[in-house]
C-alpha cells in the first residue's frame, strides 16, 4: 500500500525554527515527485512547492518562494518542509502529497496529480 | 498566481445530480487537460476523484465525473448520497509559474 506518513502537530513561537517531515513507504520513494499543500484554519488549499526526491529537484510556488525550504533524504524516503524563522501567519494544516508523474527506466511520464495526502501536520505559532 | 473561481456552495436532494464549476484561465485550465479533483471531509487530508479533467482513480464511485469546457472545468455528483457532502477542491497545472494552482473550494451540502 502506497502510504506518506507525516510527523505530529507542533506549537511553536514567532522567530523559531521549524522542520516537519512526511515518509513514503510502499513504492520507489526516488521515482516520483512529492508536493506540500498548506490549509490555513478554515480556508481553502494552497500549493507550495514540489520536489524529485531522486535528485533533489525543487520548484516553489511563487507564494512560497524564500519563506520555506523544502527538501529530501531518499536514504530515508522522507521529505521535509522547514521554516527558519516562523510567523503567526504560518500557523495551519499542512499537508504533503505524492505527485501523479514518476520516472521509470530512464523515461518519465508525466502525472499532474497528487494522490495519495498525508494525514496532515498541524503548526501553530504563537507567542 | 490567482486561485481558480469555484462556487462557495452547492446543494442538492439525495438521488439528485450537482455540478461544480472551476474557472481558470488559458494558463491553467483553458491550456491544459492537467485538471484534477479533490474530495476533503472536516478533518480529514484531501481524496484524489478525478485527475486529468475527467478521468476516475481506481476505488472513485462512477457517480463522479468530469469535464472541461474552454476555461472552465466541471465536477458532477449523480445519484448524490448522504457520504458526498464535503468540500470539493479543483486544481489545474499553470504555466504562469510553471506550478499548479487549486480551485478556492466548494462546499456541498446533501440536504
Known amino acids: 500500500e502506497v502510504q506518506l506518513v507525516q510527523s505530529g502537530a507542533e506549537v511553536k513561537k514567532p522567530g523559531e525554527s521549524l522542520k516537519i517531515s512526511c515518509k513514503g513507504s510502499?513504492?520507489?520513494?526516488?521515482?516520483?515527485?512529492i508536493g506540500w499543500v498548506r490549509q490555513m484554519p478554515g480556508k481553502g488549499l494552497e500549493w507550495m512547492g514540489i520536489i524529485y526526491p531522486g535528485d533533489s529537484d525543487t520548484r516553489y510556488s511563487p507564494s512560497f518562494q524564500g519563506q520555506v525550504t523544502i527538501s529530501a533524504d531518499k536514504s530515508i524516503s522522507t521529505a521535509y518542509l522547514q521554516w527558519s524563522s516562523l510567523k503567526a501567519s504560518d500557523t495551519a494544516m499542512y499537508y504533503c502529497a505524492r505527485h501523479g508523474g514518476y520516472c521509470s527506466g530512464g523515461s518519465c511520464y508525466r502525472g499532474d496529480w497528487f494522490d495519495p495526502w498525508g494525514q496532515g501536520t498541524l503548526v501553530t505559532v504563537s507567542s | 498566481q490567482s486561485a481558480l473561481t469555484q462556487p462557495a456552495s452547492v446543494s442538492g436532494s439525495p438521488g439528485q445530480s450537482i455540478t461544480i464549476s472551476c474557472t481558470g484561465t488559458?494558463?491553467?485550465?483553458?491550456?491544459?487537460?492537467?485538471v484534477s479533483w479533490y474530495q476533503q471531509h472536516p478533518g480529514k487530508a484531501p481524496k484524489l476523484m478525478i485527475y486529468d479533467v475527467s478521468n476516475r482513480p481506481s476505488g472513485v464511485s462512477n457517480r463522479f465525473s468530469g469535464s472541461k469546457s474552454g476555461n472552465t472545468a466541471s465536477l458532477t455528483i449523480s445519484g448524490l448520497q448522504a457520504e458526498d457532502e464535503a468540500d470539493y477542491y479543483c486544481s489545474s497545472y499553470t504555466s504562469s509559474s510553471t506550478s499548479y494552482v487549486f480551485g478556492t473550494g466548494t462546499k456541498v451540502t446533501v440536504l
Open positions: 488559458s494558463s491553467d485550465v483553458g491550456g491544459y487537460n492537467y
Open positions: 510502499g513504492y520507489s520513494f526516488t521515482s516520483y515527485w
